[in-house]
């Protein structure tokens, strides 16, 4: 993609400031109880602005409670959560839809409105949330649209579309409120095998052309190597272990991340 | 016993206004339970319990109740405490309010079959409480219910004649009016009878297709 492409220009341009690797997410001993069942343990990790950080580990080990806790649909029973420098828990209702605003989620149901065409889908929240006038959210679904290969489907509902143009239109959704953290919760995970590589194509553009830090939960581990700075290996609500992807993936330190690795690629 | 062609078409100017008093009364009666409904069971999912416990009680009360009794009440005792309404107004309310106990478990129950993914995305994109229940939930869950909603204008019909308890001259009491003028009693009830298969049958097959197209 070169450098004048909708995507660019549309989100370079935004409010963001510039990539100078700094701390934008922080957790301090977050820990995270279902039952009796521990998901997330003491744990401490950040995220520096920017970065593409992939978080893999077998299932029910924490990873998409880290995400859901960021996104605020779940709370920490311990621990404290920090974005951009402010309180994301505690923190008073206010605060939290502030922070909101910077971080936005992918799920791997995709989750979008039935009930709403495509366009609306993308501009309801620039619109009511953002303020922004509507026929310039619309300007913006559009590009963002052409920008995830689904121009002509505007009009469409959700239903009429395959998992994957859902899933694509779900970016989109998440890109138009310009979010300075994109998080990714198994994207790719309900599609069938023929459309996973559409989704992850409009991922991976999107992280070579912008500055949104991306956290991301996956499976596919050649996507995780394309696109991540660090990867964090997960395993019963800690991490045993991270580092580059050329690391991770080729020389493991860790018996449990070899067996994991082994058992997935 | 012999059926007289004459006493029906005596008997239709009396059917035409008694049809008009039901079907103000359906009408009426079927909008009040409908925006009644709605808000008991918003409020029901309010997070205070000193909302959602009175309303619980009063609502439950109101369900297992009689609608007759709940009528009589509105009617005779009302103006006592000096309010009075006319005995359609009285029996229209009384109909939507007795429903709208039975809507409000309706929307609960479409407003519990919306995924709880279209609620996370809805915090996920921020969006304010009310607009997530205005553009999200709502219009998911009441096309959702549409035909259950449907299935209670129905029940409606088939229970206006309680209004003639209260003086009301819906079809019911307009047969009964003319069988006592006229000493003729098979032809008119006959008649009604006849109304009311007329309008609920097709009503009926109506929200069958509805729920065909509408729950998916």
């Known amino acids: 993609m070169s450098a004048d492409t909708p995507l660019t220009k549309d989100l370079d341009a935004h409010a963001n400031p510039p990539v100078d690797g700094s701390e934008l997410i922080r957790l301090d001993h977050v820990t995270k109880r279902f039952g009796s069942n521990t998901v997330l343990d003491d744990l401490d990790f950040s995220v520096e602005s920017g970065k593409h950080v992939t978080l893999i580990g077998p299932s029910g080990s924490g990873k998409t409670t880290i995400l859901r806790l960021l996104m605020t649909l779940t709370e920490p029973d311990e621990g404290t959560i920090t974005v951009d420098g402010e309180r994301l828990y505690p923190a008073p209702e206010k605060q939290v839809r502030e922070i909101r605003k910077k971080i936005g989620m992918v799920f791997q149901q995709f989750n979008l409105f039935p009930n709403m065409t495509v366009l609306r889908n993308i501009t309801e929240a620039p619109v009511t949330v953002l303020g922004m006038p509507r026929d310039e959210a619309e300007a913006r679904a559009l590009e963002l649209l052409g920008l995830v290969g689904l121009a002509d489907k505007a009009g469409a509902r959700p239903t009429q579309l395959s998992g994957g143009q859902q899933q694509r239109v779900a970016i989109a959704r998440a890109l138009a409120m310009r979010p300075r953290v994109l998080l990714l919760d198994e994207v790719t995970s309900a599609l069938d095998p023929e459309l996973v590589a559409g989704v992850l194509d409009v991922l991976r553009d999107i992280a070579r052309t912008t500055d949104i830090t991306m956290l991301c939960v996956t499976h596919e581990m050649n996507f995780a190597r394309d696109i991540s700075d660090q990867v964090l290996m997960f395993d019963s609500g800690k991490v045993i272990e991270s580092g580059p992807p050329e690391r991770i993936f080729g020389d493991p330190e860790h018996q449990r991340t070899r067996e994991f690795l082994g058992a997935i690629l | ?216």
């Open chain 2, 1 to 216: 016993m012999t059926w007289d062609w004459n006493a029906v078409s005596d008997f239709m100017p009396y059917f035409w206004d008694g049809l008009v008093v039901s079907l103000q009364a359906l009408l009426f009666g079927s909008l009040i339970s409908f925006g009644l409904g709605l808000v008991w069971a918003l409020l029901m999912r309010t997070p205070s319990r000193w909302v959602r416990w009175p309303v619980g009680v009063v609502t439950e009360f109101v369900r297992d109740t009689p609608l007759l009794v709940q009528l009589f009440f509105l009617f005779y005792v009302l103006p006592e405490w000096g309010l009075t309404f006319s005995a359609l107004t009285t029996g229209v309310f009384a109909i939507g309010l007795h429903y709208s106990t039975y809507t409000m478990q309706v929307y609960r129950a479409g407003i519990e079959a919306v995924p709880v993914g279209q609620w996370e995305a809805a915090t996920a994109l921020n969006l304010p409480v009310r607009r997530t229940w205005t553009a999200v939930i709502l219009p998911q869950a009441i096309r959702r219910v549409v035909p259950a909603l449907g299935n209670y204008v129905i029940a409606m019909l088939k229970d206006t004649p309680i209004l003639m308890a209260i003086t009301v001259l819906e079809l019911l009491g307009q047969a009964r009016l003319f069988s006592q003028q006229h000493f003729q009693f098979t032809e008119p009830i006959t008649v009604i009878g006849v109304a009311f298969i007329v309008i609920s049958y097709p009503a009926s097959l109506l929200i069958r297709a509805l729920e065909r197209r509408l729950v998916r």
